[in-house]
């Protein structure tokens, strides 16, 4: 059985935030706001159904998803951008992997949790931006 990603998680790293964004497009200002932000995510699972829930003071985020089943994600509530992409996700051992085809190349992240930290790689073209959080909940 899978590990139990459910819990509430708090942001306690962020590296390359900045250069992750630039290679989506993502505006400026956009950016600037972002890089300040402290994200909580919430993740509920159920077997290999999947919600992530994303909280800032900015804009909150909600992605769902069972394994296995490709899902048109829509991140125009995110980040600005009016952009779709073909989203899948996929257990990897004890990690989940989601990869994204759309109109950036080599998109895509992967979670896997380490004692009591969540780690979240987030990859687009040649960036890779790299997240910590703790379980608070």
């Known amino acids: 059985m899978p590990v139990n990603y ?8 962020n590296v390359n935030l ?13 950016r600037k706001i972002a890089s300040m ?9 159920d077997g290999d159904c999947f919600t992530i829930r994303t909280f800032t003071t900015f804009r909150n ?3 769902s998803f069972k394994i296995g089943e490709e899902v048109t994600e829509v991140t125009k ?7 779709q992409c073909q989203t899948v996700v996929n ?8 990869v994204q085809k759309g109109e950036k190349k080599n998109r895509g992240w992967t979670h896997w949790i380490q ?8 990859t687009c073209e040649d960036q890779v ?4 959080y703790k379980r608070t909940l």
Not at 6 to 13: P, Q, R
Not at 18 to 30: H, K, N, P, Q, W
Not at 77 to 83: E, F, Q, Y
Request: charged share 25%; aromatic share 8%.
């Open 6 to 13: 459910s819990g509430t998680w708090d942001i306690v790293s």
């Open 18 to 30: 900045e250069g992750y964004m630039v290679s989506l497009g993502i505006d400026f200002a956009t």
């Open 37 to 45: 932000l402290k994200p909580q995510k919430v993740i509920k699972q």
């Open 61 to 63: 985020y909600e992605c």
């Open 77 to 83: 509530g995110m980040d600005n951008r009016s952009c």
């Open 91 to 98: 257990w990897e051992n004890d990690k989940l992997v989601c």
């Open 115 to 122: 004692g009591d930290e969540l780690h979240l790689e987030l």
């Open 129 to 132: 931006c790299k997240q910590v």
